[in-house]
């Protein structure tokens, strides 16, 4: 996973994360049923475009599909019992050690260079998303919290960090 991830300019973050989506598209053991296109949709805001990124649809969802079965012999079939369904139990878990929110350092230059011109609504705002990290954000924080900034990709500083 890990050098296919490399190859498709993955962000790390996005991806953990939205792997509990995945999850949810189906009980655990019927992923064959979704389309690929379906199935990698929930990946979609952590895979890097083309033509930068050299891994297809098809390669995500022949990961995945091998994922989720393996996850479903784990989890003992997609049996769920009275507390709710398989799928559901292991979303929460992944969400639970997956943050929804991570300080990029883009966020964190637009937040002091506000800052700096004496408007302190930006880090007070990255302040609240970053308190409770793996919360849920809102439709309106998503957009602008859990996201990739492409004008900023690659762009050694801001966007990465090695």
């Given at each position: 996973?890990?050098?296919?991830?490399?190859?498709?300019?993955?962000?790390?973050?996005?991806?953990?994360?939205?792997?509990?989506s995945?999850?949810?598209?189906?009980?655990?053991?019927?992923?064959l049923?979704?389309?690929?296109?379906?199935?990698?949709?929930?990946?979609?805001?952590?895979?890097?475009?083309?033509?930068?990124?050299?891994?297809?649809?098809?390669e995500?969802?022949?990961?995945?599909?091998?994922?989720?079965?393996?996850?479903?012999?784990?989890?003992?079939?997609?049996?769920?019992?009275?507390?709710?369904?398989?799928?559901?139990?292991?979303?929460?878990?992944?969400?639970?050690?997956?943050?929804?929110?991570?300080?990029?350092e883009?966020?964190?230059?637009?937040a002091?260079?506000?800052?700096?011109?004496?408007?302190?609504?930006?880090?007070?705002?990255?302040?609240?998303?970053?308190?409770?990290?793996?919360?849920?954000?809102?439709?309106?924080?998503?957009?602008?919290?859990?996201?990739?900034?492409?004008?900023?990709?690659?762009?050694?500083?801001?966007?990465?960090?090695?």
């Amino acid at each position: 996973l890990e050098p296919m991830m490399r190859r498709g300019k993955v962000d790390f973050t996005l991806f953990w994360r939205n792997l509990a989506s995945v999850v949810e598209l189906t009980e655990l053991g019927s992923q064959l049923e979704v389309a690929d296109e379906a199935l990698v949709a929930p990946l979609r805001s952590a895979l890097g475009t083309a033509p930068q990124t050299q891994v297809t649809d098809a390669e995500w969802a022949e990961w995945l599909r091998d994922w989720l079965r393996a996850l479903s012999a784990a989890e003992g079939g997609a049996e769920g019992g009275a507390e709710g369904s398989a799928a559901s139990k292991v979303a929460l878990r992944l969400r639970s050690v997956n943050p929804s929110v991570v300080a990029r350092e883009w966020l964190l230059v637009e937040a002091y260079e506000a800052a700096q011109r004496g408007d302190l609504g930006p880090v007070l705002d990255l302040q609240r998303v970053l308190a409770e990290p793996y919360a849920e954000l809102s439709p309106e924080d998503a957009a602008r919290y859990a996201r990739r900034n492409a004008e900023l990709e690659g762009r050694p500083g801001v966007a990465v960090m090695t």
